[in-house]
């Protein structure tokens, strides 16, 4: 079994920032890649950030609207990734879920519960 949760949502203004956490825990060997999706009202979820972690390299991948704004990093001795999101706009209000796909796991990873991310004024 493999939990992941995310934390760190809440309600900005625009321009502001936020910092997601995501933790994996359970029996997992490796971990090869963890990504953020978000889901706003009335749209599908997407993908906004990405790190593969395949081989010792990380590869990342950014949608184009948050490219320059979000940044996701990792911390692999505590399974653990985050999204730092800078200069927020009201565009990014969603929730936003962790995906962490991991060795024997689901071809699709495994997904956390979401966190709300409110850009307001």
């Known amino acids: 079994q493999v939990q992941v949760v995310e934390s760190g949502g809440g309600l900005v203004q625009p321009g502001e920032s936020l910092r997601l956490s995501c933790v994996a825990s359970?029996?997992?060997?490796?971990?090869?890649?963890m990504g953020w999706y978000r889901q706003a009202l009335g749209k599908q979820r997407e993908l906004v950030a990405a790190?593969?972690?395949?081989?010792?390299?990380?590869?990342?991948y950014y949608a184009d609207s948050v490219k320059g704004r979000f940044t996701i990093s990792r911390d692999n001795a505590a399974n653990t990734t985050y999204l730092q999101m800078n200069n927020l706009k009201p565009e990014d209000t969603a929730v936003y879920y962790c995906?962490?796909?991991?060795?024997?796991?689901?071809?699709?990873?495994?997904w956390g519960r979401g966190t709300q991310v409110t850009v307001s004024s």
């Open positions: 790190v593969t972690t395949v081989t010792s390299v990380d590869n990342t």
């Open positions: 359970g029996s997992i060997r490796s971990i090869l890649s």
């Open positions: 995906n962490v796909g991991y060795q024997g796991g689901p071809s699709l990873g495994s």
